[in-house]
């Protein structure tokens, strides 16, 4: 992947061809993905997935909503396996060790019950998963699991305190954390400046768009230059290490 000869313009490429030549991952490295709500992030992230993550590199993707229908079309079309708790309990039904997992814990819809509940399961799972290495943790919803799931007292980290840590130390551990928010402006600073991979589509927030001075070795107005004329379900891609930037197509 060469880098444009003239930094004011980027190639697009269409999806399909992002996904079969230009991606490149290694076991440990982060991703961001990181645009409003409609984007297409979820879609985005679930087709990198699909190619990324390998019995032996398993992906465990964290689910805090009640009901999703693409999460459970995703499940199936990939081979991840829904569990409700973690570690995940061993199934007769399927012996063979999966690509991956889609951690989604039950609900019971008192506020309280479910925030414990949930807040136990997903710090349990980030901190196996930390410890164990070889693997892949995407965050469907970094800012919801940041500030909905508070620790139940203060012997326990906080979600954000656990994420930094694999954002800061987990690519030694082997351990790659991808998180995706609807919400740019109100997550940790992390998820610009020490990924390895970032991918940004469309806002008109002017908040989201101060921060892209936060991505690191990047010209923050030149991105902010792309994204502004990008259409939708297109996305920038970003890769940190030798600043490779392309518009991926729908």
Same mark, same amino acid.
């Given at each position: 992947?060469?880098?444009?000869? #003239?930094?004011?313009?980027?190639?697009?490429?269409?999806? !399909?061809?992002?996904?079969?030549?230009?991606?490149?991952?290694?076991?440990?490295?982060?991703?961001?993905?990181?645009?409003?709500?409609?984007?297409?992030?979820?879609?985005?992230?679930?087709?990198?997935?699909?190619?990324?993550?390998?019995?032996?590199?398993?992906?465990?993707?964290?689910?805090?909503?009640?009901? #999703?229908?693409?999460?459970?079309?995703?499940?199936? *079309?990939?081979?991840?396996?829904?569990?409700?708790?973690?570690?995940?309990?061993? *199934?007769? @039904?399927?012996?063979?060790?999966?690509?991956?997992?889609?951690?989604?814990?039950?609900?019971?819809?008192?506020?309280?019950?479910?925030?414990?509940?949930?807040?136990?399961?997903?710090?349990?799972?980030?901190?196996?998963?930390?410890?164990?290495?070889?693997?892949?943790?995407?965050? #469907? !919803?970094?800012?919801?699991?940041?500030?909905?799931?508070?620790?139940?007292?203060?012997?326990?980290?906080?979600?954000?305190?656990?994420?930094?840590?694999?954002? *800061?130390?987990?690519?030694?551990?082997?351990?790659?954390?991808?998180?995706?928010?609807?919400?740019?402006?109100?997550?940790?600073?992390?998820?610009?400046?020490?990924?390895?991979?970032? @991918?940004?589509?469309?806002?008109?927030?002017?908040?989201?768009?101060?921060? @892209?001075?936060?991505?690191?070795?990047? #010209?923050? *107005?030149?991105?902010?230059?792309?994204?502004?004329?990008?259409?939708? @379900?297109?996305?920038?891609?970003?890769?940190?290490?030798?600043?490779?930037?392309?518009?991926?197509?729908?």
């Amino acid at each position: 992947m060469a880098r444009q000869a #003239d930094p004011t313009r980027v190639a697009t490429v269409p999806r !399909e061809t992002f996904l079969g030549s230009w991606w490149k991952y290694e076991t440990g490295q982060h991703v961001s993905f990181l645009g409003p709500t409609g984007s297409g992030k979820t879609t985005l992230a679930y087709q990198l997935l699909k190619v990324t993550a390998t019995p032996q590199r398993p992906a465990v993707v964290l689910v805090m909503k009640p009901r #999703d229908s693409t999460v459970e079309k995703f499940s199936k *079309s990939s081979g991840f396996r829904i569990v409700k708790s973690w570690p995940p309990p061993v *199934s007769v @039904f399927a012996p063979r060790k999966p690509p991956g997992f889609v951690l989604w814990p039950s609900h019971t819809f008192d506020l309280h019950t479910d925030r414990e509940h949930h807040y136990r399961t997903f710090a349990r799972a980030l901190n196996q998963l930390y410890a164990k290495g070889d693997n892949i943790v995407f965050a #469907d !919803e970094v800012y919801s699991l940041v500030n909905e799931l508070p620790p139940p007292d203060r012997t326990h980290p906080a979600i954000d305190d656990l994420l930094v840590r694999t954002w *800061s130390k987990g690519r030694s551990m082997s351990s790659g954390l991808w998180g995706a928010t609807q919400r740019p402006a109100w997550v940790p600073q992390w998820m610009y400046s020490e990924v390895q991979h970032i @991918f940004l589509a469309r806002t008109s927030d002017e908040r989201a768009q101060k921060r @892209f001075d936060e991505i690191s070795g990047i #010209d923050g *107005s030149l991105v902010r230059r792309v994204v502004g004329r990008l259409p939708r @379900f297109h996305w920038l891609y970003i890769r940190q290490e030798d600043q490779t930037m392309v518009v991926i197509g729908p």
